[in-house]
């Protein structure tokens, strides 16, 4: 025993034991007893730990490569990184969605615009037969087997849509009537269809022919000395009404 040791102090046990024989565990080696524990339980070293784990001090900081902390923060990473490919996918998957949609409808307008185009052509070959069948009609020469032929002709093209237009009396309009003949009455209070010459055809909304009419506007005696006068000043009747400056020798000459 060294000089520097009190000589009135007990003696020193220290318990090395590695199972705690109270409880039967094995001991860590920070535990009191264990054989890497510096300073026995009562001992001044063990009370000097001891005091300084009460005095509330904190705890050593967790280390930088925890694996519990590196793990949750994978986690988080992976999650926001497929959260971002979910949402862009979407994205794709919606407009392609919408491109379609967008397809279809156009492949659908181009399927009955081709068939209207289609119908409307054959259609109109037919309108010079049914002229005839007309004409045919209004000199009383349609009759037996030809008659019937001529119905069954008008019936088919009806149901393809065909439909006649042109009724007397009716109002002018430039956009489904063409005027062959033009005078003034006093009959009339604005330009008015007053022969049909040739029925006019369409199908739904689209025009095969216009009507072909005769048309009186309003006027009397007072238009029909207007026309005269045009005609001297060498206007076309239409042209002095809209005040234009045509010449009948123009219009030769154009036609030349």
Do not use: W
């Not at 524990?37 to 280390?63: E, I, L, N």
């Not at 399927?111 to 070959?125: D, W």
């Not at 309108?127 to 005839?132: A, F, G, H, V, W």
């Amino acid at each position: 025993m060294s000089s520097s040791e009190d000589p009135n102090a007990g003696p020193v046990i220290r318990d090395r034991r590695r199972i705690d024989p109270d409880t039967g565990q094995v001991r860590k080696p920070d535990q009191p007893g264990d054989p890497g524990h510096q300073g026995a339980p009562g001992g001044p070293a063990g009370r000097g730990r001891h005091a300084a784990g009460q005095a509330g001090q904190p705890d050593p900081p967790a280390q930088a490569g925890d694996p519990q902390t590196a793990a949750d923060s994978e986690a988080r990473n992976e999650m926001a990184a497929t959260q971002a490919q979910l949402a862009e996918r979407t994205a794709d998957v919606q407009r392609i969605q919408a491109e379609y949609a967008n397809y279809r409808k156009r492949v659908e307008r181009d399927r009955i615009a081709v068939r209207e185009q289609a119908l409307a052509n054959v259609l109109a070959e037919l309108i010079p037969i049914l002229d005839d069948i007309g004409r045919a009609r209004e000199h009383g020469e349609l009759s037996g087997g030809f008659k019937s032929v001529a119905e069954s002709l008008e019936s088919a093209a009806g149901k393809l849509g065909l439909v006649s237009y042109g009724e007397k009396g009716e109002p002018f309009d430039p956009m489904i009537h063409e005027a062959l003949m033009h005078s003034y009455s006093d009959q009339v209070s604005e330009p008015t269809c007053v022969q049909i010459l040739q029925p006019g055809y369409k199908v739904g909304d689209r025009t095969l022919r216009p009507a072909r009419v005769a048309v009186a506007e309003p006027g009397g005696d007072s238009g029909e000395k207007n026309d005269e006068a045009a005609a001297a000043a060498g206007q076309f009747p239409d042209d002095a009404a809209r005040g234009g400056t045509k010449r009948r020798g123009s219009a030769a000459g154009d036609g030349d």
